[in-house]
């Protein structure tokens, strides 16, 4: 029996689908390479706005109805058994918490089983590694350090789909880190909806204790971790982050807007000052410090000031990337409620605006390097240029070069041109002694 996992959203879902494959060939199921020879396919959904959860249902829409379809993560956890009710054919609807079974269920389909779903929520941790060949990449490994969370910014959907924060016992993120750093992975990134967060309940550690840990013990050239909440910051994170030079100089450190008056209608417990104030301390001990950031525009009551200010912002923080969204209302959020005032064309407006903001910023980044040697890790071949590979810096920034150096090996590239959303570079091998 063969299976296609397709997978929606964000890390967290690529991760959990290596879980689901991980158990589904521990029982014996065949991976396939596309829908269309699949027996059963398991649709890694995503709820955070309602463009992604339409994306689901139109991409379930395709299949004959005699194919076996299974709803997994964000969207089942959501939605439940009204999945039924819509026009396409479903199977399974598998919650966020019940991916452990997944095994079991594909079996009782199988075997003639009827439509069902399981969608309860779980307080214990579930400990699952997902083996190398279930992972995504062998170069990158990721590590689930936290689940859920207990926010409620007032937009968000996520303690709905994933509930209340969980934490992952230390000992446990520590062995799989090593198991990974042996199998010859380059960098691991910790994952979690806020995993500044994390604690380990049995010794009291913190989330920069764990991230000294991993650097004293584990080899990897390049520690990250997203993502993270600026209303959780701890200034230990500076310290250990300035002493270990294993964790890259980059964090994910998502503002959602630049104005303090919309960042307290989105509940985010931080106000512009706060932030500002946190991205000086960081570059105060590491000056190369690079940050990148989520905003979203057309928040309800977001005046034409406030967002000059999210603007302002990105020019003051010159972040490397920036993923910027239009504002979804979701259900069962708090602003959902709120009377959206801007009409849609003027919220698309501001989001262009503010992709061509950052877009001017990169560039400008960007060009600084041009000239400079820098430190790259080989990802993959360039999909379409032959003898090309792609790499990615310490900040994340794409390169694209010519290469003969296997993929998972770090190389030094001379930047030789540089756009706005990635640069080009020349490999300097070095020279063999005389
Ligand atoms: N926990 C992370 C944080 O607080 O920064 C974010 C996790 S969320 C899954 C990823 C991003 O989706 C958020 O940072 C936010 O920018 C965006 N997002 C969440 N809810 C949204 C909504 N209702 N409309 C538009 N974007 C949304
Ligand atoms: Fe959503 Fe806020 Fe939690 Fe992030 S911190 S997952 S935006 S509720």
């Not at 379809?69 to 439940?80: F, L």
Request: proline share 5%; net charge positive; glycine share 8%.
């Amino acid at each position: 029996m063969t299976f296609f996992i397709k997978t929606f959203g964000c890390q967290m879902n690529v991760n959990d689908s290596e879980k689901i494959r991980h158990l589904l060939e521990a029982a014996g199921l065949i991976p396939s390479a596309g829908e269309e020879s699949a027996d059963v396919i398991i649709v890694n959904s995503c709820a955070v706005r309602a463009k992604a959860q339409e994306k689901i249902f139109s991409y379930i829409g395709q299949f004959p109805r005699a194919k076996r379809v299974i709803v997994a993560g964000c969207v089942a956890q959501v939605e439940k058994r009204d999945i039924f009710k819509k026009k396409v054919r479903v199977d399974y609807v598998v919650g966020t918490h019940q991916f452990y079974r997944i095994a079991e269920i594909v079996d009782e389909l199988n075997n003639g089983g009827s439509p069902g779903s399981a969608v309860a929520f779980n307080r214990q941790w579930q400990e699952l590694v997902p083996a190398a060949q279930a992972r995504s990449s062998q170069v990158t490994g990721y590590i689930s350090i936290m689940e859920g969370c207990d926010n409620f910014c007032s937009y968000c959907i996520v303690p709905f789909t994933r509930g209340r924060e969980k934490h992952r016992p230390l000992a446990a993120i520590l062995r799989e880190a090593e198991y990974l750093a042996g199998r010859g992975y380059r960098e691991i990134i910790l994952l979690g909806q806020n995993v500044n967060h994390w604690h380990d309940a049995r010794s009291g550690s913190s989330f920069p204790d764990l991230l000294g840990q991993l650097a004293a013990r584990v080899p990897v050239r390049w520690i990250r971790f997203i993502t993270s909440y600026p209303g959780y910051h701890d200034r230990e994170l500076v310290r250990v982050m300035a002493e270990n030079r294993s964790i890259a100089r980059h964090v994910h450190f998502p503002a959602q807007s630049g104005s303090t008056r919309i960042l307290r209608k989105m509940s985010r417990n931080y106000s512009r000052g706060i932030y500002l104030g946190i991205i000086r301390a960081f570059r105060a001990a590491m000056p190369g410090m690079k940050f990148s950031s989520d905003f979203i525009v057309g928040f309800p009551g977001e005046s034409d000031r406030d967002f000059q200010l999210t603007l302002s912002l990105l020019e003051q923080v010159e972040y490397e990337s920036v993923f910027s969204f239009i504002y979804s209302p979701r259900p069962r959020t708090r602003a959902a409620a709120l009377a959206q005032e801007l009409p849609a064309a003027a919220i698309k407006e501001r989001l262009y605006a503010l992709q061509e903001t950052q877009a001017g910023i990169q560039l400008r980044n960007n060009r600084r390097l041009l000239g400079e040697t820098i430190e790259v890790l080989i990802v993959e071949k360039h999909p379409k240029k032959a003898g090309e590979v792609i790499g990615r810096s310490e900040s994340y920034r794409v390169v694209n070069f010519v290469s003969t150096t296997p993929i998972g090996e770090f190389a030094h590239v001379k930047v030789t041109a540089a756009g706005p959303h990635s640069l080009r570079g020349e490999e300097i091998r070095p020279q063999p002694h005389d």
